[in-house]
């Protein structure tokens, strides 16, 4: 099911727009291999693609990009330090009995803000995701839960609950979201510079600390204790599935959540988000996870047979009105007041139909007066509407307009005239014997 979303591109006119859909978006056969999916074109707040996108799952690490968002949002100045408490001690205990990735954080390190977001988003470090959660919750955990789902609520996350900060555990702890909410969390996400300054590279040097005192390799720069790399192997020009229009995001897995993967791309003047979540666990036969096959297959796919369209033509009439009352013309052309953005692909029908425009106008009519309005359809589906006016200005006969108004009493004004001449007839008459009279009685005389 593709839904256009409400999106108001004009600057001038008011756009009107409702939920709907259109038919023959679906994606090839066989690119996708996931069980939840959300494609969206940012460009035209266009869903292109969804699947299963409102069912509750585990959302693994793309947990992680609200915890990111949080900390990019705090204000926080990023050079600030943090030494790694004590209190983390059975967290990290726990990370490391549940196999999750970590960044080589130690307890009593003292690291930079900058260095646990990096370490969060790119290795996807479920110890520097909780540090960043225990620094912005001041020591309490879950106050920190508690801004994480306030923050998912803002975006209009319905199906959401975090109850740690990373994903490692899942639905058993309450921990779930869907593929819709994580969209939703992904565009705050992508809108983000300084997020999307993090995950659009593809390594880090973390840096010296009192816990990492000396580099691990020889070509670490100078300050640099070990270079971490991003688990978004789309990025990595050396990999198979390089795609060079990616930019991020966050990649996810536990074994309930299955591989996931939410991801930006930008190609063709255009911009995308896609969600994948609960692609399967095995890896393909090339060793990439489906998670990746699924994005690299709906991109290629969406990159070529999309683009975006702006319609109405604003310089070409969209229909033509009858004015009452001008001498100088009989109708009036309407033209829409500016343009809407909307995705269209190869297979789209596309129109632009005159609708509420009135039977008749009455002049005088100004230029740029509303008169309508015009709806594009796509697929037959209505995608939005710009308000349709008047082209120019039309000015009022006096003559025509006394005409029309006098009109319904011109056979009172007939026979008014007429009794009025019969009476000045009658009248000249009498006056004119009462003269010959005179005339007859003077001769008599």
């Known amino acids: 099911m593709k839904k256009f979303l409400a999106l108001a591109l004009a600057l ?49 690490s793309l947990t992680k990009m609200m915890t990111a968002l949080l900390l990019a949002e705090s204000g926080e100045d990023l050079s600030a330090t943090f030494t790694i408490p004590e209190g983390l001690s059975e967290e990290f205990d726990r990370i490391q009995a549940e196999n999750g990735s970590d960044a080589d954080l130690k307890i009593g390190e003292t690291v930079t803000l900058e260095s646990l977001l990096y370490a969060c988003l790119l290795p996807s470090g479920n110890d520097a995701t909780s540090a960043i959660a225990y620094y912005l919750g001041n020591g309490n955990m879950q106050a920190f839960f508690d801004r994480m789902n306030a923050r998912a609520a803002e975006l209009g996350c319905e199906n959401t609950n975090f109850t740690c900060a990373h994903g490692l555990y899942g639905l058993e702890y309450g921990n779930h979201s869907t593929a819709w909410d994580m969209f939703l969390i992904g565009r705050a996400f992508r809108e983000n510079d300084l997020l999307m300054e993090v995950v659009t590279q593809t390594g880090y040097w973390m840096p010296l600390t009192n816990m990492h005192t000396t580099p691990e ?23 198979e599935l390089y795609r060079p229009y990616i930019r991020g995001i966050k990649t996810g897995f536990t074994d309930e959540a299955g591989r996931c993967f939410v991801s930006s791309a930008e ?3 255009m911009t995308w988000l896609l969600v994948v979540m609960g692609a399967p666990i095995q890896l393909a036969e090339d060793g990439f996870n489906w998670a990746f096959h699924t994005t690299a297959d709906l991109y290629d796919w969406a990159l070529v047979n999309f683009w975006p369209v702006a319609l109405p033509n604003t310089e070409t009439p969209v229909a033509s009105v009858p004015v009452k009352w ?66 120019g200005a039309c ?43 005179a005339r007859r009685a003077a001769k008599t005389r």
């Open 395 to 437: 000015r009022r006969s006096a003559w025509l307009y006394y005409k029309e108004q006098l009109g319904p009493f011109a056979p009172a004004f007939i026979a008014a005239a007429v009794l009025a001449a019969l009476l000045l007839f009658g009248a000249a008459r009498a006056s004119a014997r009462r003269r010959k009279r």
């Open 326 to 391: 001008c001498a100088e013309a009989d109708t009036v052309a309407l033209y829409a007041a500016s343009t809407l953005t909307t995705l269209q692909c190869a297979d789209s029908t596309v129109e632009v139909v005159a609708e509420d425009v009135p039977e008749t106008l009455e002049a005088p009519v100004q230029a740029g007066q509303a008169a309508g309005r015009a709806v594009v359809y796509v697929d037959g589906e209505a995608v939005g509407t710009v308000e349709l006016v008047t082209a």
């Open 217 to 239: 390799s020889a070509d670490a720069p100078e300050g640099a204790a070990y270079y971490i790399t991003t688990t978004n192997v789309m990025q990595l020009p050396d990999q």
């Open 267 to 269: 190609s063709g003047g």
């Open 12 to 60: 001038a006119a008011a756009l009107t727009w409702g939920l709907s859909a259109a038919a023959g978006w679906d994606p090839p056969e066989g690119a996708v291999n996931a069980e939840a999916v959300v494609l969206y074109n940012v460009d035209t707040d266009t869903v292109v693609y969804e699947k299963n996108s409102r069912e509750v799952r585990a959302a693994a």
